[in-house]
């Protein structure tokens, strides 16, 4: 059984760094996630005995837009329904939204479609490094 926490109080932000590495999406820095989560209206953490085995998060404005964003779930725990129930929790907090956002990793989208999402033809984005952004297919030049 798993605890289901939705406050980032007491959370180990270097285990959440890791869960982020190992998952792998990637380097997040203990600060960054502090202040990211912290200014996020919903956030879910799953523990498994103590253990943080997936994390989630959407930012909201309480009215027109909630973006779930940074979803997680640890390499050993994958394929086990946590990521699932982790966006399904997260968009029932969102309910009430005109709009409910997602930014996945490229190649996950199948999934996210069976979760209800569909893709946006009007998405645009800047990024800090967007030779990164273009090298990994993020975003396109067109």
């Known amino acids: 059984m798993f605890d289901w926490v939705y406050s980032i109080e007491n959370i180990n932000w270097e285990e959440l760094s890791n869960l982020y590495r ?3 999406l990637g380097e997040k820095k203990l600060g960054d996630l502090a202040i990211s989560f912290g200014n996020s209206r919903f956030t879910c953490f799953v523990f498994d005995t103590g253990k943080l085995v997936g994390a989630g998060r959407a930012l909201a404005d309480g009215i027109d837009c909630s973006y779930l964003c940074d979803v997680a ?3 050993e725990y994958q ?5 699932k129930t982790i966006v399904t ?8 939204h005109r709009k409910i956002i997602l930014y996945a990793a490229p190649g996950k989208e199948p ?6 999402f569909y893709r946006m033809k009007t998405a645009m984005a800047i990024f800090q490094n967007q030779a990164y952004a273009l090298e990994q297919g993020l975003v396109d030049e067109t």
């Open 111 to 116: 999934f996210y479609r069976k979760l209800g």
């Open 22 to 24: 190992i998952a792998p």
């Open 73 to 75: 779930v640890h390499p």
């Open 79 to 83: 394929g086990t329904g946590i990521g």
């Open 89 to 96: 929790r997260l968009v029932e907090l969102s309910q009430g």
